[in-house]
């Protein structure tokens, strides 16, 4: 299948849903179809292509979709495409299906399913749609804005009331194994202290020690963003009121985050992600996924970006805590 023309392009969403996806799947559908493309819609992510739940897609089944929340086609996270015999069934249904060309939008386990998919002869493009912005070799995931600006607007409330009660707050953000979410949060909401996965050193006797410093200053109130890779926040909480006996409390963000209309900037890159794959697919290109890097929409080698690693860009990292009341005394 691969490397042909492409005529039958299906989409699919795989992984956590992320604010924007239903940008992403318009802009497919639409690019595809206005390129003499058939479009077909799969729903619940590999789930479905497995079970074939297959639909095909007009203009008009997306309109109305940029402005809303989660995907369209619904999402999962799915086993069974982790093993060899699922991969070989997913190609043998997209030949059923007369799909010659796949775009999965969605985080790396997704791509890790696509890549398999690519090896196994299906054209195959990934479009990045990850509120956690843990893709290595993008700047941007679809999701993140929208995120990371719900996370913020919920702390500034908990804010409200933590200084009203001069209590300490933590609050945990999503994030299983990256700290994004927490650092921009950290320096958008002015935190006292950001704990990452990638730098937290489980020293909490220093972050006791600066909520006692930052009171005896006669600061009101203690913001501790905590990532959820971290976790442990309502624990953490009770050890940090009987060491320090300033109030706290723990506030769990969850799943509120991955909700929501996305933001201008992620139906923008979405639109334009989503038809940026169906432009390679029809060029003949395969195996590739589409990144925002330096300030462009380009597009990599999917075992090259799956072999990419991402850290915590150091001088962000080092500018927001420079900036939190426990270092600029
Ligand atoms: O990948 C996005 C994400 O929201 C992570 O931040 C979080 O760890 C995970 O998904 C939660 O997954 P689920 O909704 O399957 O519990």
């Keep these: ?174 994030g299983r194994n990256a700290g994004y979410i927490a650092l921009w949060c950290g320096i958008a909401n002015g935190a006292e202290d950001i704990l990452l996965p990638e730098k937290y050193d489980y020293d909490e006797e220093k972050i006791i020690n600066n909520i006692i410093e930052n009171r005896k200053r006669g600061k009101k109130h203690h913001i501790i963003i905590n990532a959820e890779g971290i976790g442990h926040s309502t624990s953490m909480a009770k050890r940090i009121e009987a060491a320090t006996g300033i109030g706290t409390r723990a506030t769990i963000l969850g799943h509120m985050q991955r909700g929501g209309s996305p933001t201008c900037k992620d139906r923008v890159y979405a639109s334009i992600m989503g038809a940026y794959a169906v432009d390679l697919l029809v060029a003949g290109k395969t195996k590739r996924v589409v990144a925002y890097k330096n300030g462009e929409y380009v597009d990599f080698d999917i075992n090259e970006a799956l072999a990419m690693e991402k850290g915590i860009p150091e001088y962000q990292y080092e500018v927001a805590r420079s900036l939190s009341a426990n270092y600029a005394k």
């Design 1 to 174: 299948m691969a490397n042909n023309k492409v005529n039958t392009i299906g989409v699919l969403t795989s992984g956590g849903d992320a604010p924007g996806m239903n940008a992403a799947i318009r802009a497919v559908v639409r690019r595809g179809l206005s390129k003499g493309c058939h479009m077909k819609g799969i729903l619940k992510g590999y789930d479905g292509l497995l079970n074939e739940e297959i639909i095909d897609m007009e203009a008009k089944d997306v309109s109305d979709t940029i402005e809303r929340g989660g995907t369209v086609l619904y999402t999962a996270r799915c086993a069974e495409m982790r093993t060899e015999d699922g991969q070989k069934k997913a190609v043998e249904i997209c030949r059923r299906h007369g799909i010659d060309g796949l775009v999965v939008i969605g985080g790396d386990g997704s791509f890790a399913g696509a890549q398999r998919l690519a090896n196994l002869g299906v054209n195959v493009v990934g479009v990045p749609g990850s509120i956690d912005l843990d893709i290595a070799c993008t700047d941007y995931t679809i999701g993140f804005d929208t995120a990371v600006n719900t996370a913020m607007e919920a702390i500034d409330k908990v804010r409200d009331t933590s200084t009203s009660h001069e209590r300490c707050s933590i609050i945990e953000v999503m």
